[in-house]
Antibody, heavy 118, light 108 residues
């Protein structure tokens, strides 16, 4: 059974870069799935950040595209998120998720809280 | 960008009652790419429905989805205590995903 686990710093300074990794276990990141990042500010709804395929192809949310980079490391069976020039508005729980072939997120990580503060 | 608007914002019902949640899209959505999620406090969302009407693995049959075009509905036939949570709809199109703002289903 595929499981996802996010990791990374819980505190990032304003104007800095947020970096998170999602480790995939119980399955291969090279399967026929896209892998996404989704975030949720405290008390608010869900926002899709972007996705990657094992080939390295990516799609990003246009509202974040200029600041987001998602990459994949097949040797480590993981994918990563970098979000640059962060502000307090980027404070959120960040989830990694697997998109099933039906383009719905069928597996989610537990989420990791990232706070942007000096 | 397709905007999804969910209504009502909050729905207050009692266990055993029927819940009807609405998701309206700003433009037509392929039924193949409309999904519903349940989220409880402190937990990740859980996929309930995909393709507008197909239940995900392990989802009880009291949950059902319907709709097409711009209007979609999630129905919970008889509410159980564990069903009180926040529900989100989500669509996929033009290589991007968007979510509705959520409906909170609370115990009356």
């Amino acid at each position: 059974q595929v499981q996802l686990q996010e990791s990374g710093p819980g505190l990032v300074k304003p104007s800095g870069t947020l970096s998170l990794t999602c480790a995939v276990s119980g399955g291969s990141i090279s399967s026929s799935n896209w892998w996404s990042w989704v975030r949720q500010p405290p008390g608010k709804g869900l926002e899709w950040i972007g996705e990657i395929y094992h080939s390295g192809s990516t799609n990003y949310n246009p509202s974040l595209k200029s600041r987001v980079t998602i990459s994949v490391d097949k040797s480590k069976n993981q994918f990563s998120l970098k979000l640059s020039s962060v502000t307090a508005a980027d404070t959120a729980v960040y989830y990694c998720a697997r998109a099933a072939p039906v383009d719905a997120f069928d597996i989610w990580g537990q989420g990791t809280m990232v706070t942007v503060s000096s | 960008e397709i905007v999804l608007t969910q209504s009502p914002g909050t729905l207050s019902l009692s266990p055993g009652e029927r819940a009807t949640l609405s998701c309206r899209a700003s433009q037509s959505v392929s039924s193949s790419y409309l999904a519903w999620y349940q989220q409880k406090p402190g937990q990740a969302p859980r996929l309930l429905i995909y393709g507008a009407s197909s239940r995900a693995t392990g989802i009880p049959d009291r949950f059902s989805g319907s709709g097409s075009g711009t209007d979609f509905t999630l129905t919970i036939s008889r509410l159980e205590p564990e069903d009180f949570a926040v529900y989100y709809c989500q669509q996929y199109g033009s290589s991007r995903y968007t979510f509705g703002q959520g409906t909170k289903l609370e115990i009356k």
